[in-house]
């Protein structure tokens, strides 16, 4: 019997401070959390979406680890590189739900940074029921809105087909004996 299982995915607009309002880092002490989504040292954010740093010209490269979570909880962090010579934004390629550090590293920072949001998100990861002998697959997307980039994101491999599986459990037991 089939499963179906639909996710529907509306962002906000992106917000440059939503997470950490300007302020200049100093290397190993963390940002202070006072953007338009935070509350109690803490921005929540509308959905799990891409993270945005927005920085200024530095004369070295630094870097911006954050930590936060996704939409299931799971605790997530990265690390972003940020260059010297020119000011510019920086995104993560894993999106939060929540940011709870923005930890500034690579020596005296001279340029003010904020912490916000742009306009990509993702949806949990779904499980597929690989018990089920012969199961279909689909997929549809609607997308909507202003944004000037939409992107469908999709895992790469094909499931495994229920014979190869099968080997595998075979082979795998043969090995534990």
Known sequence: MARPVTYTKQLA?????????????????????NGTAASGGVATLDTQRQIVVNYGVEAAQRTMTLTGATDTGAQISETLTIPSGASGTVATQQ???????????????SAAVTVGTNTTGSTPWVLMDEAISNFNLSLAAILTGTASRKRQQSAKSKPPRR??????????RRSIR
């Open 95 to 109: 999106s939060f739900r929540t940011v709870t550090l923005a930890l500034p590293g690579g020596g005296g920072w």
């Open 13 to 33: 607009p992106a917000i440059a401070n939503s997470v950490a309002g300007s302020q200049t880092p100093v290397s190993g002490t963390p940002l202070t959390i």
């Open 163 to 172: 014979s190869s599986l099968q080997a595998w459990r075979k082979d795998w």
